[in-house]
């Protein structure tokens, strides 16, 4: 196969080329780092391997549409960090600009393209069903009202610009991903070696996560089968309200988990992002597991076994 992954450097997209290139498929990662339509070949990843193909996401398409034509699948992970600064006006502007811009010219070229791809995927986030509390949430909810839910909103209607005959197309809303060489879960992890973890602010807010594993595994999956269209919840089946993440984090790693973050300390250092933090979302892969996918960590404690060991 053909894969194209935008967003294909991070914590999710890294791995999931990787994968692909493992088992010998052609894989292209668009990136800014270099001249739009330049093609590099990744050494050490084979041959075909990983090719990085430079793009400019701004809305429109340009010469790396020859990646996006035919191909057997685009995957869409572009996107800056949304815990990575504090929510300035500036920071908020290039948070949407990052993920709207990226995927108005991935919708753009695929529309402009020779040849329709297969299928395109395009993330969006739990953060769409805004703060939802200890109320489960499924595909069929209507997005929340904060900026977080405004923008996976605005996201997705991007993402549906993208239409060709005989394309299918999916949105996964993503979790909170979990493995201890990054992302959230790396972060945590410190407080707790310090004998200093716990949960966060009332520790009551449910945690939608999932093992960046299944991640990797349930967008294979809807690359790979032909019904999987629509909105899907990539998350464990089992979400956990805070304290028990805490709880169980602190087992996994042989560490009490008994002194919480205060809210009022996570709102001054995360500013408007702790509002996120301390509201949370109680998300279910109802789509997913209805078409028939299989979860290889469905539980916290068998996640942190395969992440920490026994």
Not at 52 to 68: L, V, Y
Not at 94 to 115: F, G, V, W
Not at 251 to 262: G, Q, V
Not at 266 to 279: D, N, R, W
Request: charged letters at 20%; hydrophobic letters at 45%.
């Amino acid at each position: 196969m053909r894969v194209v992954i935008a967003g294909g450097t991070g914590f999710l997209g890294s791995p999931l080329a990787e994968t692909y290139a493992e088992e010998g498929h052609d894989v292209r990662v668009l990136t800014r780092g270099l001249p739009p339509g330049e093609p590099r070949h990744e050494s050490g990843t084979g041959v075909p391997g990983i090719t990085r193909i430079g793009w400019k996401p701004d809305g429109q398409s340009g010469p790396w549409i020859e990646s996006i034509s035919g191909a057997d699948a685009v995957i869409n992970l572009a996107g800056a960090s949304v815990g990575a600064k504090r929510w300035t006006p500036q920071r908020k502007a290039e948070l949407r600009d990052s993920r709207l811009l990226a995927t108005r010219s991935l919708a753009a070229a695929i529309a402009q393209a020779a040849a329709a791809p297969r299928v395109f995927v395009s993330s969006s986030a739990v953060g769409y069903y805004g703060a939802a509390g200890a109320e489960p949430k499924t595909e069929s909810d209507p997005p929340g009202s904060d900026f977080l839910a405004h923008l996976c909103e605005d996201w997705e209607a991007e993402a549906g610009r993208a239409a060709r005959d005989g394309m299918r197309r999916a949105i996964i809303r993503t979790g909170i991903v979990i493995e201890k060489s990054g992302g959230p879960l790396a972060q945590m992890i410190t407080p707790f070696l310090l004998f200093v973890g716990g949960p966060m602010g009332s520790g009551r807010q449910y945690m939608s996560w999932v093992h960046r594993l299944d991640w990797i595994e349930m967008v294979r999956w809807i690359v790979q089968t032909p019904a999987a269209e629509g909105v899907f919840n990539v998350t464990a089946p089992h979400p956990v309200p805070n304290r028990e993440f805490a709880r169980a984090l602190g087992r996994a790693l042989k560490r009490p988990a008994i002194l919480p973050a205060p809210g009022v300390a996570l709102k001054i250092v995360l500013g408007e992002f702790a509002g996120a933090v301390l509201t949370g979302q109680r998300v279910l892969p109802a789509h997913a597991q209805a078409l028939g996918y299989h979860f290889r960590y469905p539980e916290l404690d068998i996640a942190f076994r395969g992440i920490f060991g026994d």
